[in-house]
């Protein structure tokens, strides 16, 4: 099973920049879907962004849809969330997860949290109004 391994959380002015970055040790990365959530204290974890095993096809939360960027580089094990123009109500503990290659893939599977195997630690993003 893969382990995965977040950073790049930290403090940021609305309307700030963050890149959160996944490493991921274990496993043949391009074998996995990724996905990153969120969870904020007293809220149900949530579906933020997902990139397909290529990275040709990416897949975004409503409310972070031209504000976030997905991406992988799969010689270097390791998924990305670039965050843009950063809300307050982004702030959460921000969670990287894998999903290994079965079906069915629909976008239902892709946006749940419990159709994914393996997750990190979570990193925490803070974002001052």
């Known amino acids: 099973q893969v382990q995965l391994v977040e950073s790049g959380g930290g403090l940021v002015q609305a309307g700030g920049s963050l890149r959160l970055s996944c490493a991921a040790s274990?496993?043949?990365?391009?074998?996995?879907?990724m996905g990153w959530f969120r969870q904020a204290p007293g809220k149900e974890r949530e579906f933020v962004a997902v990139?397909?095993?290529?990275?040709?096809?990416?897949y975004y939360q409503d409310s972070v849809k031209g504000r976030f960027i997905v991406s992988r580089d799969n010689a270097k094990n390791t998924v990305y969330l670039q965050m843009n123009n950063l809300k307050p109500e982004d702030a959460a503990e921000y969670y990287c997860?894998?999903?290994?290659?079965?079906?069915?893939?629909?976008?239902?599977?892709?946006?749940?949290?419990?159709?994914?195997?393996?997750w990190g630690q979570g990193t925490q993003v803070t974002v001052s109004s």
């Open positions: 274990g496993g043949t990365f391009s074998n996995y879907l």
């Open positions: 990139i397909s095993f290529s990275g040709r096809n990416t």
């Open positions: 997860a894998a999903r290994t290659r079965r079906p069915p893939m629909s976008v239902a599977t892709m946006t749940t949290p419990l159709s994914f195997d393996s």
